[in-house]
Each structure stands twice: as C-alpha cells, then as structure tokens.
C-alpha cells in the first residue's frame, strides 16, 4: 500500500521522499521516432512545420514522417549505418536536425550532439568516449572533425539535399526497444572533465508523454522559438517534443553579438506569431534591460521558457513589470535526467517567484542533508537527489561515475542544494561544490548575485570564493558596470551588506567587462577563480 501524501506538496511523512502530484503515465515500450509519430498522427492535420527564420524555409509536420523514412533509408543504403552505431553531429541549430535524429534513431543507432564552438581538446575528448563512425556538421566546421569510418557528411550541402529524396530500398529494419541506447550527450564540464552521459529512448518518451499528459488543449497549434542550442538537452528534447505536440519549432537566425542576437529573436517572435520563446538566462537579462522588444509586435507572445541555469529574482521581478502579459516559465533539470524533472505549468505556478515548479510525472524527490544524510520535509535545503524514468542509464565507459552518482535503489545525485516549499515548489539554492566556506558558515552565490543584479549601475554579477587565511573563503564579487557608472567598491559591499548576514558580506570586488559563461547560461566559476588568482599574485 502506498503511503499517504500531503495533498499540496506530494510529501510523505512515512517515507520523507516527495511524489509528483502530475498524473502518472504508463510508458511504451518502443523507440522514441514510434512515440513521436504516434503522438503527431493524434494531431488534426495543421500548417505546423519546421521553420528556418533566415531562409524562411518550412518543413510541414505533414511531410515529416516520408522525410525522416527516405533519410533513414539512404542513411543505411550509403552509409551502411546499423543499429548501435554512433553519429556525431556538429553544427550550429538547423530543421534539418530534428530530421536527422529521428531517422537515425529509427536505425537504432545512437546521436551525438556537441558544440560547434567547442576547442580542438573537446573535440578529441568527446569522439574519444562516443567512438562514432560518422558525423553530420556544417561548412563552417567539418575542418576541424578528424576522418571517421563513413566521413562526415555537411547538413549544408546538395548531398545532404539528396538523402531526402525518397528511396525505393529494402532491408529489415532493426527492432528498437525504450532501453536502447538513443543519445549521447555531454555533460557541461564546469565542475569536473567532461562525461558523455548515456541517455535511452525510455528517458525521452519519459520526459514527451509528461508534457503531453498536462497541456492543455489550444485552439490553435503552438508556435515555438528555440533560441536554446540542439546539442543541449535543453534544446534537444525541445525541438523533438514541440514536434511530437504538432507544434511549429523556428530556429532562429545565428545573429552574431548579444544586442543583434536579441533583436533577431524578437524580430522572428512578431514575424512568425511566435507563442512560446525557449531561452537561456542570459536572454531574459537582455530583455528586460534592453531597449530592443519596445520596436516589435509581441502580442502573439504567451510564454517565455527558461532553463538550463537559475534566473536572479531581481530579473523575474523586472520581467513582470515590462512584460506583464507573458507567462516566465521555469524548469530544474540536469543531462542526466534527460532535462527537466521540474517545470512551471500555467499561469498559477507562474506566480510563485524563484520557483523552478512541480515535479514532472512519475518523479520521485528527496531532500538529503549532507551530513547526516537524512531526508529532509519541506521548507529545508540540502542535496536534491531524483528516481524515475528520465534517470540517465549512465556515463558512458565510466561504472566507477556512475555509481558515485546513481546509487544502487536508482537516486541520482544532483549535486544540487535545493528545498521545496509547503505546495510542492521546487526552489534551487547552489551547487554544493560551489558553496563558500566562510568559517563554519556556507553561502551560497547565487543569493548574493540576485542582490547585486538588483542594483541598478550593475548589469551582470558573478560570486566566487576568495582564499581568507583567518576565515578560510570569502565572498567575492565579479562584477559589469552600467557604462558611465561611477558606483565603486566600498558602494557595492555596502549596498550587499545592508541585505545579509554579517557572514554573507561581500569583501572583494573586481571589474569585468562580461560574465563568462556556457550556452545555457551557467556562470564558468573556475574561469573566474583563477582570473582572481592571477589578478591576486600581481598585487
């Protein structure tokens, strides 16, 4: 017999695990391309389709499935690819990804999504642990991919153009199961070298069927901007699940620098009816600073999506004052567990400010102190640790990471300090590896950045730990300036002090012309630890 749960959290007294309080969803067992299919055949027929915002060039949903068939046919027929082979892909967002993925996956061989900006070390790392036979990767980058068994084929080419053209050839196709091996995608590398996590077309199914379990029913299809990349889970689960609805997905233009980019997303949200906008971070920060979506139409605009690293609630605050018409929809999630495990659902859990929502369905949660490791009820922060179906099947070729991360009962260690509130709510505090050690006190640096984003000289802040010998760390500021600011160190610190506890206070600032950061938006600590370092050992 089940335990009893608390109707508004999903807590048990008994057990001290949190239950989703979303409706549980029995899961097929077959491929995730026979998901998605079944899934858009539900779908009325709509002008829904594949958008590129710079060339205009649609993909209707309608022709999706002849397309990804004639690409999987010509796939085997010339590449000789079969089950459990593995294709690196490596280029920037394109329609022809989704296409490309769900053909391959309907092989049963796995993709290998990755970075086009990574560095030549990546790359090499990255190839080491996926072992694939052929990649898939723009003009501008196959250069830098070394030869591979079946070469590298350029998305961007008549070639590429010819393998949708519709096939006659026969062979069997390869039985696909939910445990098969769909993905390998890498994990960001800020805390540690980076891993190749193995995710399976279960996980995928997992994190679809619990989207389609509680949208609601619209008059008309959505329509998704992705302004998140393909080669994150974030993206990559969002482009194959807003599809799967019989929505539209526009990729937007790959405008170069921060203010152009901004305009060309919100250029392609008023062309294009846009209804959702999926985001990092770092975009919500422009809009709400930026004087660019005043000069565009963003009444078709209901959602904007951001996940991928927390938004400061100096940020949310300011969203709901320039844009109070649009739904901030946030989600928790990590490449490990295929995504989100928690998101925002409708305009309600919008309301509640920080939160990153619910528990998706058929997730489980507990709320672990570090120390004792006892489970904790609501309202107390530790590590967050996850069970269900999105739970990653491991790192590929690491056993030894593997278990330090999923014990043996299939809780995944988030690495994560997080509490839920009395309804369920999800809030993110830090990572726990980059709490600071003040004495016997940890702060947290994400607290201290939501203050100082809240002052209006500061247009972006990061928080370090800074070697003390009498208290061990310190907190310490990297902060970019509103141009022509005349706001200083003592202002600052002074301006965070008057907000915390003596503790928490800021005791060194530093001046940067930007945040480094990686394309979801997380702050690269250690690329600021030893900027730090070096400015430190010059004085």
């Not at 009820?377 to 530790?382: E, F, M, R, S, V």
Request: hydrophobic residues 40%; contains cysteine.
């Amino acid at each position: 017999m089940a335990p009893p749960l608390h109707p508004n959290s999903g807590f048990s007294p008994e057990t001290k695990i949190f239950h989703s309080l979303r409706p549980s969803i029995s899961l097929p067992p077959f491929s995730l391309p026979h998901y998605v299919f079944s899934l858009l055949r539900c779908y009325p027929p709509t002008t829904a389709s594949l958008i590129d915002a710079t060339t205009r060039r649609r993909i209707p949903l309608s022709h999706l499935s002849h397309l990804v068939q004639s690409l999987a046919n010509n796939l085997r027929r010339k590449f000789h690819i079969h089950k459990n082979d593995v294709a690196f892909i490596f280029s920037p967002n394109s329609i022809h990804i989704p296409v490309l993925c769900l053909s391959l996956l309907s092989l049963g061989a796995i993709v290998s999504p990755s970075n086009p900006l990574s560095s030549d070390s990546e790359i090499s790392r990255q190839i080491h642990l996926s072992a694939p036979v052929i990649a898939f990767a723009s003009s501008d980058n196959a250069a830098r991919l070394p030869p591979l068994r079946e070469g590298t084929v350029l998305l961007d080419s008549p070639e590429f153009d010819s393998l949708l053209l519709p096939c006659s050839a026969e062979f069997d196709r390869p039985e696909v199961c939910g445990d098969d091996t769909a993905a390998i995608l890498y994990s960001s590398g800020t805390t540690g070298r980076t891993k190749g996590v193995e995710l399976t077309h279960r996980n995928f199914i997992a994190v679809i069927a619990g989207v389609h379990a509680v949208r609601a029913v619209r008059p008309s299809p959505a329509v998704t901007l992705c302004a998140v990349p393909f080669f994150h889970v974030y993206g990559f689960v969002l482009c194959l699940r807003e599809a799967a609805l019989g929505g539209s997905v526009v990729v937007p233009a790959a405008a170069g620098g921060a203010g152009r980019r901004l305009q060309s997303i919100i250029g392609a949200v008023e062309e294009f009816n846009v209804t959702h906008l999926a985001v990092a971070p770092p975009l919500v920060v422009e809009m709400v600073k930026s004087p660019a979506p005043d000069k565009y139409e963003l009444r078709s605009l209901e959602v904007v999506m951001c996940g991928g690293a927390p938004v400061a609630s100096a940020v949310i605050e300011r969203f709901k004052q320039r844009f109070g018409n649009i739904s901030l929809l946030q989600a928790y999630g990590l490449t490990e567990t295929t995504a989100g495990i928690s998101r925002t659902l409708g305009a309600n859990e919008s309301e509640v400010r920080g939160s990153n929502g619910r528990l998706v369905s058929n997730c489980q949660a507990r709320v672990v102190d570090p120390v004792s490791g006892h489970n904790l009820p609501p309202l107390k922060p530790g590590e967050l640790w996850i069970r269900g179906p999105m739970v990653m099947k491991g790192y590929v070729g690491d056993k030894e990471a593997t278990a330090a991360m999923v014990d043996s009962e299939g809780w995944l260690r988030t690495g994560d300090i997080c509490f839920f509130d009395d309804n369920g709510h999800l809030f993110y505090v830090d990572r726990m590896k980059e709490l600071i050690k003040y004495n016997a006190y940890q702060v947290a640096p994400a607290e201290l950045e939501d203050l100082l984003l809240s002052h209006p000289a500061i247009v972006d802040a990061a928080v370090i730990p800074y070697p003390d010998d009498d208290v061990g760390q310190v907190p310490a500021a990297f902060v970019v300036t509103q141009p022509g600011s005349t706001i200083n160190d003592s202002l600052i610190m002074d301006f965070v002090a008057q907000k915390v506890a003596p503790y928490k206070k800021i005791r060194r600032v530093f001046y940067t012309d930007s945040i480094p950061k990686n394309a979801t938006g997380k702050v690269l600590r250690k690329e600021l630890i030893k900027l730090a370092t070096h400015v430190a050992s010059k004085l």
